[in-house]
């Protein structure tokens, strides 16, 4: 009879998780498609590459707006909305005549996608009991490690019967999430008393919108002339204009994005140190595969299965973290999965070419960011927010990782193509990603013990109700 009340949380859960995949597995089969893609409608690399800035930066600009809009209307209808736009947007890309179509369907992925992780996690943070809350995280975070471990491996299945199965197969697996979600997720509050702040939505908006389209064309081989060019320099002169517009608007507004002033709870401002932090980390993920071939001279098939250790370490390692948060509390992971962090990219900054050091360093890589992103900063964002602004908390943490990975993967490319060779250039950036992850290692010493913590949680949740 013990497990009895846990069967509905359980379905929930169930409904969250295979949402969440059908979003990861796009990302995770994007590299397997792009050269059939690219074939298909002729295209050279520049042109093929928006086929994932677009999908980029759509889902950055779509995060605040699909989160507040989920905290305003209801989780449940927000995310079964933001799954069947997913499955359109798939539909539109399997069927795209075009490449402009492509990238439409793209760019309603990307915006749909937005929706779907982080108002997963605020339903958990609704419906699950406190205490059960981690391993919730945790099973939710593992997603990605699955989907980069299966994903590779069924788009390679797929592309022998054409790169358009691999879209249109997401069309009957959101059908089915609708189905299930509209049956099993449970309803919450909507919070409509004043009226939707969209002079904050469209300044964020912008400022996010200039800011990704600014490090999405430039160009890392060309620092100087790429910073001083109309395209990026206006650009980032636009983001810089619209974020004080956005805080000036947001310290006047009647039922704000997003509260100024929760930036001033300490916990907050660590945890999102925290996601930029690994969103810096998690960049470096994508300048692997090149570093295997140049220290090892493989394949780019052999790198790829290279990396299996690490997705592996995501899998396995985020519903162990989860676990481990709801015994330990969320500094000792996160104090923790930053040491793994330093260790694992020291090990592969310093010796690449060794084979046992880069498994060893890769897996515990994949061990920290499994403790990061797949459960602790969630956890606390959900404790700290207020009851009306749980997704929107949940979307600052996506937000966050969103604008290190911009950053992280501008900065490495830079430094990559001004070295005197690609592999000393890698070597140098991950250094300086070790380093930028011990001050924010410092900083998390500040974050609240466990039994503040505790406390914390315990008065919010009398404050829930």
Do not use: C
Request: glycine content about 10%; aromatic content about 8%; cysteine-free.
């Amino acid at each position: 009879m013990t497990g009895e009340p846990n069967r509905p949380n359980r379905r929930i859960l169930t409904v969250l998780f295979f949402g969440v995949l059908m979003g990861a597995m796009d990302i995770a089969i994007l590299g397997p498609a792009i050269p059939a893609i690219r074939d298909a409608f002729g295209l050279d690399d520049r042109l093929v590459s928006w086929v994932f800035s677009i999908w980029v930066l759509a889902n950055l600009v779509s995060v605040p707006v699909m989160t507040k809009l989920a905290d305003r209307f209801g989780r449940k209808r927000m995310y079964l909305l933001d799954v069947g736009a997913f499955g359109l947007g798939s539909l539109i890309v399997a069927t795209a005549p075009s490449f402009g179509v492509l990238l439409a369907g793209r760019a309603l992925q990307g915006m749909a996608a937005a929706g779907i992780f982080p108002v997963a996690a605020s339903v958990i943070g609704a419906v699950i009991p406190v205490e059960r809350r981690g391993r919730a995280f945790g099973l939710l975070g593992s997603v990605f490690g699955i989907a980069f471990i299966i994903g590779p491996i069924l788009a390679g299945l797929m592309l022998t019967v054409g790169w358009r199965w691999l879209y249109l197969t997401n069309v009957p697996v959101a059908f089915l999430i609708l189905v299930l979600g509209y049956r099993i997720l449970p309803k919450t509050e909507t919070n409509r008393a004043a009226p939707l702040d969209w002079k904050g939505l469209l300044s964020l908006g912008g400022a996010l919108l200039s800011l990704a389209y600014a490090l999405s064309v430039f160009d890392t081989s060309d620092v100087i002339g790429s910073l001083t060019s109309w395209r990026v320099l206006s650009a980032l002169i636009l983001a810089f204009v619209l974020i004080p517009v956005f805080v000036w608007v947001e310290k006047r507004a009647e039922d704000p994005v997003l509260r100024i002033d929760l930036f001033k709870n300490r916990q907050v401002a660590l945890a999102s140190v925290n996601a930029i932090g690994a969103g810096i980390n998690e960049a470096a993920f994508i300048f692997f595969p090149t570093i295997i071939v140049l220290a090892h001279g493989v394949t780019n098939s052999e790198a790829a299965f290279m990396l299996l250790p690490m997705m592996l370490a995501v899998a396995l390692g985020s519903p162990i973290a989860g676990r481990l948060l709801d015994r330990t509390g969320s500094k000792f992971i996160i104090l923790s999965s930053n040491v793994l962090l330093i260790f694992g990219m020291l090990g592969v900054a310093t010796s690449p070419s060794s084979t046992a050091v880069f498994y060893l360093g890769s897996s515990l890589i994949g061990l920290g960011m499994a403790g990061l992103l797949g459960s602790s900063l969630n956890y606390i964002l959900i404790h700290e927010a207020r009851k009306q602004e749980k997704s929107i908390s949940q979307g600052l943490i996506t937000l966050n990782i969103s604008i290190g990975q911009l950053f992280s993967a501008a900065a490495v490319g830079a430094i990559a193509a001004s070295a005197a060779t690609p592999l000393e250039g890698y070597s140098t950036a991950f250094t300086m990603i070790v380093v930028v992850t011990l001050v924010v290692m410092s900083l998390s010493f500040l974050l609240r013990n466990r039994a503040e913590e505790q406390d914390a949680i315990q008065a919010s949740e009398a404050s829930r109700g």
